[in-house]
């Protein structure tokens, strides 16, 4: 009979290059990881891993001993999900990540809909707008805006996303409507944390370097902003729709409107697709589909 111990230990370790990360995804301490994976070494009379204060990384032997023990562990995810799936509904804890804005007005929602459709899942939702280590912190699934740039990751385009720029009809009132993305420099432009303004018009792309009185990281901030007045935001359409509906801002400079976004469910590569992750990204998939022309 083969023995399991210290095995799943060591994938963890081998994934996330540390005990104590491996510890915190496996919800055990940082101790027990230490032991079973020693015991493992003993036991296989091998070296799998080289410990450092500061780093660990993985033998050689380790590397051949990794992917064997993924694959069984893979295989293992597999049946199981086999058996969630001849009972129609998934099981088990789901973790997600999503920005802070986007997850709280429609990430959110769509997840509580998920776990009234499937009430024997127990999911985790942190909403955040600091990338999480996938892997490290043990997340199944990460919702992301904009250019991806972890190439280590699947991804799944659910989505995009429109940018807009506005201002308010009582910042229109004093100043002269802008024509061309080059007549903003005559306007206080309120800026996030990316220096640039975009747009396009017959496939070409202008990218505008702007200032203004108020910089931010919070798109809430600059709306609230530019509904009192105060300048001109480029933003995506979750925030800004509702109120250029309502008519308490103006939707300016159509035909250079911004490339939209993509938005993207991310999973690391090196793990089997559960049934659970798989039904959540179709979910999302559906429910953020952009709406035909």
């Keep these: 009979m083969f023995n399991w111990e210290g095995v799943t230990e060591f994938v963890a370790v081998a994934e996330t290059e540390s005990f104590t990360a491996a510890a915190k995804q496996l919800d055990i301490s940082t101790a027990q990881v230490s032991r079973q994976v020693s015991a493992l070494e003993k036991r296989l009379a091998t070296k799998l891993l080289h410990r450092t204060t ?29 058996v969630s799936d001849m009972q129609s509904h998934p099981t088990g804890k789901l973790k997600i990540t999503a920005p802070v804005t986007y997850g709280e007005a429609t990430i959110a929602p769509l997840v509580n809909s998920f776990l009234v459709r499937y009430p024997d899942l127990d999911i985790e939702l ?12 043990g997340f199944d699934v990460a919702i992301r805006q904009g250019n991806l740039e972890d190439s280590t990751m699947m991804a799944k385009r659910l989505s995009s ?3 807009y720029v506005c201002a308010s009809p009582a910042y229109l009132k004093t100043h002269s409507e802008p024509l061309t993305p080059r007549d903003l420099e005559k306007h206080n432009c309120l800026q996030s944390t990316n220096e640039y303004w975009y747009f396009q018009k017959n496939g ?3 990218n505008i370097r702007l200032s203004g009185n108020l910089r931010t990281n919070s798109g809430q901030v600059l709306l609230d902003a530019a509904l009192k007045g105060i300048g001109i935001v480029q933003l995506p359409g979750d925030y800004v729709c509702s109120h250029t509906d309502a008519g308490e801002l103006n939707i300016l400079l159509e035909d ?21 992750v798989r039904l959540l990204l179709d979910y999302l998939a559906e429910e953020l589909a952009d709406p035909s022309p």
């Design 126 to 137: 942190n909403l955040s707008n600091l990338k999480k280590d996938l892997i490290e912190e």
């Design 204 to 206: 070409k792309s202008h």
């Design 256 to 276: 250079y409107r911004s490339p939209d976004q993509g938005v993207w469910a991310l999973y690391p590569q090196n793990r089997h697709l559960s049934s659970k």
């Design 54 to 82: 500061r780093k660990v990384s993985v033998t050689e032997a380790g590397t051949i001993y990794y992917q064997h023990c993924r694959q069984v562990l893979d295989g293992l995810e597999a049946a199981e999900d086999a």
């Design 161 to 163: 996303r429109t940018f």
